[in-house]
Nanobody, 121 residues
Framework: QVQLVESGGGLVQPGGSLRLSCAAS????????MGWYRQAPGKERELVAT???????NYADSMKGRFTISGDNAKNTVNLQMNSLKPDDTAVYYC???????????????WGQGTQVTVSS
């Protein structure tokens, strides 16, 4: 069993910053990559950023230059530093990880429960 637990969401004014964190735990052999997705009301879930175990990052175009993803392989954690936040960034942010657990040769995708980020004055 693998669990992802997010933290760090909240209310912030436009132009402000927030840092999200996600920790993976459980019977983990290895993590291929971790990332963040978000879903705003009435919209589909969309990519924010991902990072591989080798440190390669990928960002959605609208987040480039404002958001920074980082990971710690030893701790099985991923962080998302969000700067210059806009009201359009308001959404539930979900942590995502592709994990190879014990007792199986396959890797699976896991999701956290989500953390609310609200950007409003």
């Amino acid at each position: 069993q693998v669990q992802l637990v997010e933290s760090g969401g909240g209310l912030v004014q436009p132009g402000g910053s927030l840092r999200l964190s996600c920790a993976a735990s459980g019977t983990i052999v290895s993590i291929n990559n971790m990332g963040w997705y978000r879903q705003a009301p009435g919209k589909e879930r969309e990519l924010v950023a991902t990072i591989t175990s080798g440190g390669t990052t990928n960002y959605a175009d609208s987040m480039k230059g404002r958001f920074t993803i980082s990971g710690d392989n030893a701790k099985n954690t991923v962080n998302l530093q969000m700067n210059s936040l806009k009201p359009d960034d308001t959404a539930v942010y979900y942590c995502n990880a592709v994990v190879k657990p014990r007792y199986t040769p396959y890797a699976y995708t896991y999701w956290g429960q989500g953390t609310q980020v609200t950007v409003s004055s």
